[in-house]
């Protein structure tokens, strides 16, 4: 089996072949393929913002003498 990797965008739930591949994909009518598709998680990336955030705000509020505690 031969594996072609290309990124492009979903449009009218569709997922389009890139121009320099069309010719490959023609001549390979009847034969069986495998396709997986691999999405990007835009929400992943706020989760990833707002922890590093959020663990900035928290340590901007520890004092030196705060460190009594990290021994425990």
Request: net charge positive; no cysteine.
């Amino acid at each position: 089996m031969k594996a072609v990797e290309f990124k492009t965008k979903l449009k009218n739930n569709r997922i389009q072949i890139p121009k320099k591949l069309h010719k490959q994909v023609t001549t390979s009518k009847n034969k069986n393929v495998r396709v997986i598709v691999l999405m990007d998680e835009p929400d992943q990336k706020e989760k990833d913002d707002f922890q590093h955030l959020s663990k900035e705000k928290f340590l901007k509020g520890y004092a030196k003498t705060d460190s009594v505690y990290d021994h425990y």
